[in-house]
């Protein structure tokens, strides 16, 4: 019985081995058959090599702005009365938005004409090459060095030794000493020159074992070898001194005629160091007539404010940036305004030259006392007074009281300025402004605006101390001479002269509405081949299904540098769909350069194998595999197809897979290197 049992326990033992056996070998089979099957399945492609043009193209991407709108400007001086327009309003170009005070307009005119005289005149000058031009000093100290003397040129002093003379400004020489003695910044040393002589010194700073010694500048020379000591007779060491703060006194050309600078000489701001002739003043010259043909264009622009009385649309399109918190505040009749000195002189008419009032001398030259038929009654007193300050807004007197009779009041006053104070008129009521007009020998009545600095005056006040006349003294005759051409400093002969400033006043925009623009960045290798003009495909996502052709108007020469790549940012402008929205995103797409009738190849028919890209020519229907690969070389891509350089001839057909995958389309490429 037991016997049987050992037997039946062995044939099970047996058929369980065999069992298992057999499920080893069959477990690879079950398990591949288990495995779900993908839902992606594959479909396969063919496409064939032909002949056609590809474009090498730039993408870029940004969002839609609005284009930078065109400044409403108004020239200093001008003032304005009224704004016809508010922030958000769509005006269209040449349309009136500001209304100007036309009398403020001629003031700032009659500025602009004493400024294209003043520049006339340095015109002239500086084609003139026999002209005097003056070197001065442009501040305080101590010639040192002269290396200039007459009938040097000056172009050759300066190849020599870099300048035509050297100043301290400062007061101070100074020089360096080794030493490893302990001494610091501000121990007091005695600095013994060459002939002898000691001067007190001083320890400026120590870096290591070289200390900077400071001494006085008057007498000292410059390269002389000098010996520094302490105070109880320990030698620090020697050097060489230098000037601690120095300046260059230069000049580009010229002869010197003249060397009023000696060493050791001290010298305050604007005194004259050299005279030079036959000063090439090309570079001059051509600056001062790009100067004047500047202002002439801000005179031009100021003519027609005053004939227009109003500010003009630079633009079509909607305002903004316009201040609401300042409209009003210079509408014409507010007192604001009134206060201006652009109501005029004063008297009947306020005409140049009109009857304003009576005149000093009944149209005669003033005697000592006016004729009373000719004066208000009860005439009394003067008083002498000076323009010191001019502004757009006001003038400013000094004025002395008590002042002496007029003897004649075309002959400039002598003023005690010790006894003067200052008056600023921003409103001239019934004041009346006279000055001699030589040409007609009588009185004519001027604006203030003519008045300039530095003009001397009679104020004549009636016997209640009303001021009722400002009568202008014959200007003294400006000195003549040279000008000042640079290389130390102001100077020469020219009175000062303070420049009308062109720059306007910028009040408002006006941004148009019939364009937008694209803002896109462009990698360094790609931004040599964009330039203005160049035309762009701009399509928007929030107008699917529509191309739109931009213009690139902007390029930015300036990088920004990430990573070690630069990107450049270039601005494309398109014309205005409307339904375009400012920040809505766009893509740009420029057309670099045309290839022409190449062989090509779709670039989703190509898979990429290690360095090599392939191509598949055949296809096995039944085992669904991609047959008998070819290597191709590629030339230029616009990102759809590529060139195809060689391993294929046209007309040659290619199989690639493709998938569906999550929705979305997903080609061989290296997938099909599997079935290889």
């Known amino acids: 019985m037991e016997a049987k049992r050992k037997k039946i326990r062995s044939r099970i033992t047996l058929i369980l081995v065999a069992v298992l056996a057999a ?9 591949r058959n288990s495995q779900a099957e993908p839902e992606d399945k594959a479909s396969y ?40 327009v508010s922030n958000g309003d769509w005006v269209e170009e040449g349309q009136p938005l500001a209304l100007v005070d036309g009398i403020s307009a001629m003031q700032t005119i009659a500025t602009l004409q004493k400024n294209l005289e003043y520049l006339s005149r340095q015109i002239q000058k500086a084609s003139d090459p026999a002209t005097v031009s003056y070197l001065s000093a442009p501040a305080g100290g101590r010639v040192k060095q002269v290396f200039a003397q007459p009938g040097d040129e000056a172009a050759a002093v300066m190849a020599e030794h870099g300048a035509l003379a050297v100043l301290s400004l400062d007061g101070l020489m100074a020089l360096d000493v080794e030493t490893a003695e302990t001494a610091g910044p501000g121990d007091a040393v005695t600095v013994t020159l060459s002939d002898g002589t000691e001067k007190p010194g001083r320890i400026e700073r120590r870096q290591g074992d070289t200390l900077t010694v400071t001494l006085t500048d008057d007498g000292p020379r410059v390269g002389d070898a000098v010996l520094v000591s302490l105070p109880d007779g320990t030698e620090l060491g020697s050097g ?8 260059n006194v230069t000049a580009a050309s010229g002869v010197v005629t003249a060397a009023p600078a000696r060493e050791e000489r001290a010298v305050y701001a604007g005194d004259r160091l050299f005279n030079l002739s036959e000063v090439d003043n090309t570079g001059e010259y051509r600056r001062l007539c790009d100067q004047r043909r500047e202002y002439e264009d801000v005179m031009l622009r100021l003519f027609n404010i005053y004939q227009a ?16 918190a300042k409209v009003g505040l210079m509408r014409a009749g507010s007192a604001e305004y009134t206060l201006t000195l652009l109501s005029g002189t004063g008297g009947e008419g306020g005409e140049e030259g009109g009857e304003g009032g009576e005149e000093p001398g009944g149209g005669e030259e003033p005697a000592p006392d006016p004729d009373p038929n000719n004066t208000p009654a009860g005439l009394l007193k003067n008083k002498y007074a000076m323009v010191s300050e001019i502004t757009f807004g006001s003038i400013t007197f000094m004025v002395q009281d008590e002042s002496p009779a007029a003897v004649n009041y075309r002959t400039e006053p002598a003023m005690d300025f010790s006894r003067v104070h200052p008056e600023t008129f921003v409103y001239f009521g019934d004041v009346t402004i006279y000055d001699w007009d030589d040409a007609q020998s009588a009185w004519k009545v001027i604006y203030p605006s003519q008045l300039q600095m530095g003009d001397m005056l009679y104020f004549v006040y009636d016997g209640e101390d009303n001021l009722i006349w400002m009568v202008r003294a014959q200007p003294a005759e400006a000195p003549g001479g040279g ?6 400093g102001g100077g020469g002969a020219e009175e000062p002269f303070e420049l009308y400033d062109v720059t306007p006043k910028e009040l408002l925009q006006v941004v148009p509405q019939n364009v937008m623009t694209v803002k ?3 990698d360094e290798l790609d931004i040599l081949s964009v330039a203005l003009g160049q035309e762009a495909e701009v399509t928007v996502d929030a107008l699917p299904g529509r191309a739109f052709t931009g213009v690139v108007t902007q390029i930015d020469p300036v990088g920004q540098n990430s990573g070690g790549n630069s990107k450049y940012t270039i601005t494309i402008t398109v014309d205005r769909d409307p339904n375009m929205l400012r920040g809505m995103n766009a893509t740009t797409i420029l057309t670099v350069g045309v290839t022409e009738n190449v062989l090509t190849l779709p670039v989703a028919a190509m898979s990429q194998k290690g360095s090599r890209t392939i191509v598949y020519t055949g296809f096995d229907e039944q085992t669904r595999t991609l047959l008998d690969p070819v290597e191709i070389a590629l030339g230029v891509s616009d990102g759809t197809v590529a060139e195809i350089v060689s ?20 080609f061989s490429g290296g997938l099909s290197a599997q079935n290889t």
């Open 23 to 31: 499920g080893m070998v069959l477990l690879p089979y079950i398990l």
């Open 45 to 84: 492609l063919t496409a064939r090599a032909v002949r056609q043009d590809i474009r090498s193209t730039i993408s870029g991407g940004g969002t839609l702005a609005e284009e930078e709108g065109a400044a409403l400007t108004v020239p200093r001086g001008v003032e304005v009365l009224q704004y016809l």
């Open 240 to 247: 060489t001194l230098r000037i601690h703060s120095a300046l």
């Open 309 to 324: 009385g109003a500010l003009l649309s630079p633009a079509s399109g909607r305002v903004s940036g316009l201040d609401t």
């Open 483 to 488: 000008f000042y051409v640079g290389g130390g």
């Open 520 to 522: 896109t960045a462009i």
């Open 647 to 666: 391993g294929l001839e046209e007309g040659d057909t290619v199989w690639y897979s493709y998938y569906e995958s999550g929705g979305l389309p997903v």
